[in-house]
């Protein structure tokens, strides 16, 4: 190989960028469903000739670490029946190396004079693909039969000619037909776009040349993690978790995670994890990894390259038929939930060793309400990935109106959720007095608050932590728990926070979904008394809670301000009884 100039190799890593965000940005653009074009829960990736991640697209890092158990799987299973203008279309976790049948993969491949010179791969979640309830998040699917269509990987376009019978069977098995093809019209736009960015890049460099330095980005990027991993202590670091289970009587889903270091390579193993259950949140391997790569990402200080080189120095291991390595027939509809904990677990098992760059637990990823049904004639699903925010860092508060690390998606608008659907959104905010009281704050709750206006709906709902809410660190308090409720009526009910049994709605009925917040960082006796002042005067914080859960005394009726005095004897108070 010809040697290397490191110029050149950041031109061609950003190059390989560049490539990947055009996609997600055309994929976002010309999507259908709110789901994709508004909440972004799709990604997109840029691959070499075996398969193996160049680059990735700025959205979801829980679907790509598992782009190459996919292209593997895609890549023996054609062999050599792989050519020019072909299109391939995969959605199971059995039979695809999929993550859960919402997700849909759409891969082309790359050619420049006959020669497969990389891969342009996408993967988006899609609004409804069939089963049980609308939007195909069936927390009471028993099997993975119940949960939708299932796809293995099969040629949507053959030599540049779409198989009408394949787009017909897809239409046909889905309540939302015109969103699933026009969402999967969208990724092959963006692949498109890869190819043609993939061969100019080529035809101006030549194809030797560009994969050389793909090569060696992956080399590179290997270099760089087991660098950043010698900086961690050697040692098995462990942590415990828990997904508060299905339905009205749950029985917790237990974690275990041991993270093994030794010098520099790093493993993570789930032995002592719960066996995969009866219900939507068991995941494939390949997404466990992908939650595996992506805690370990956000812990590394360096610009490390999004490309497959960092995988290598990372083993991940799983008992077979747990609820993080799954075999047929589990059903993975909500597998989301589950790769959130996994990121969870291996921050919160690192937190002792490198507490300046870890948080406090937080929400665990997005609550996912779907509200499905018929209006005007017409079969509606409205589906989101609802986001809330962060636990407390040692050197600031928790972040509010954010996404959770794994899934960089944003909470679709309320205009566009009212003009599309017969939905009305009475409240949307932060909910005061929810974030963990510690030294740094964790972040407050969100609520959402819906009015069903249509005729008869269904209600599912993936959400946790009510059992065990988000724990604090150094000292900070836990976080708050989900609320649930629906009002019919004079009536209110209570929801599970895994809704295993589908709500069914009536016009004027109100759904109330408050989010869990952040755990606290640090004694909430040494925080900063101005800064409960702040949060008082903002609303965040009742006076009440600043005086139980900080001991700072606000003083003034129509202008809060601090009681210094009182303060100052409040806490010396709870420290003497402490």
Not at 105 to 124: E, K, N, S
Not at 190 to 214: D, F, P
Not at 530 to 535: C, E, F, I, Q, T
Request: with cysteine; hydrophobic share 40%; charged share 20%.
């Amino acid at each position: 190989m010809r040697d290397i100039d490191p110029i050149r190799l950041e031109v061609m890593k950003n190059a390989f960028d560049t490539i990947a965000d055009e996609m997600a940005l055309i994929l976002m653009r010309a999507a259908h469903s709110p789901i994709v074009r508004d909440s972004m829960d799709f990604s997109t990736a840029l691959c070499d000739p075996e398969g193996q991640t160049l680059a990735q697209g700025v959205t979801t890092p829980m679907h790509l670490g598992s782009f190459y158990d996919a292209m593997r799987h895609l890549i023996v299973r054609y062999a050599d029946d792989v050519h020019d203008g072909d299109t391939f279309i995969g959605n199971d976790p059995y039979a695809a190396a999929g993550q859960h049948l919402p997700d849909f993969y759409i891969v082309q491949p790359i050619f420049l004079d006959g020669r497969l010179v990389g891969w342009a791969t996408t993967v988006a979640h899609h609004a409804d693909v069939g089963g049980i309830v609308p939007g195909s998040n069936a927390l009471g699917a028993t099997e993975i039969i119940q949960e939708g269509i299932r796809v293995p990987f099969l040629k949507l376009e053959e030599r540049g000619r779409p198989d009408a019978k394949l787009w017909e069977i897809l239409r046909l098995n889905v309540r939302v037909p015109d969103q699933l093809t026009g969402d999967l019209n969208a990724q092959i736009a963006a692949c498109a776009a890869a190819r043609r960015g993939l061969t100019e890049l080529m035809t101006r460099y030549s194809v030797e040349e560009v994969l050389a330095y793909a090569e060696e980005l992956h080399d590179y990027t290997e270099r760089l993690t087991r660098a950043e991993i010698r900086e961690i202590p050697d040692g098995t670091y462990r942590f415990t978790d828990h997904i508060d289970g299905l339905g009205e009587n749950p029985e917790p889903i237990v974690f275990e995670v041991a993270v093994t270091v030794a010098g520099d390579a790093i493993t993570i193993d789930w032995a002592g994890t719960s066996a995969q259950v009866e219900g939507g949140v068991n995941t494939p391997l390949p997404f466990t990894k992908a939650g595996v790569y992506t805690a370990l990402r956000s812990i590394m200080g360096s610009e490390l390259p999004n490309c497959h080189g960092f995988t290598r120095a990372v083993t991940v291991t799983a008992p077979l038929g747990t609820v993080v390595n799954a075999v047929y027939p589990a059903p993975t509809g909500a597998r989301g939930i589950t790769g959130y904990r996994i990121i969870d677990c291996v921050i919160a098992a690192l937190a002792p060793v490198l507490p300046d760059r870890v948080t406090a637990d937080g929400p665990g990823g997005a609550s996912v309400p779907a509200i499905g049904g018929w209006h005007d004639g017409r079969p509606f699903v409205f589906s989101e990935t609802l986001m809330g925010c962060w636990g407390a860092a040692r050197g600031h508060d928790g972040q509010e109106g954010v996404p959770h690390m794994g899934a960089n998606q944003a909470n679709v608008p309320v205009e566009l959720i009212e003009a599309n659907f017969p939905i009305r959104v009475r409240r949307y905010g932060i909910a005061p007095d929810t974030g963990g009281p510690g030294r740094q704050r964790g972040g407050h709750a969100l609520l959402r608050e819906y009015e069903f206006l249509g005729e008869t709906g269904i209600l599912t709902l993936r959400s946790d932590k009510r059992d065990f809410p988000p724990h604090g660190l150094d000292g900070g308090q836990a976080g708050s728990g989900p609320v649930n409720r629906v009002l019919s009526g004079t009536t209110e009910r209570i929801l599970p926070v895994l809704v295993t049994v589908p709500v069914r709605l009536r016009r004027g009925d109100v759904f109330l979904h408050v989010t869990p917040s952040g755990g606290g960082w640090g004694d909430p006796l040494t925080r900063d008394p101005a800064l409960v002042l702040r949060d008082v005067i903002e609303e965040k914080v009742s006076r009440a809670a600043a005086e139980a859960q900080y001991g700072v005394v606000i003083a003034g009726e129509d202008r809060p301000c601090l009681d210094p005095a009182a303060t100052e004897a409040l806490r010396r108070e709870r420290l003497r009884m402490a």
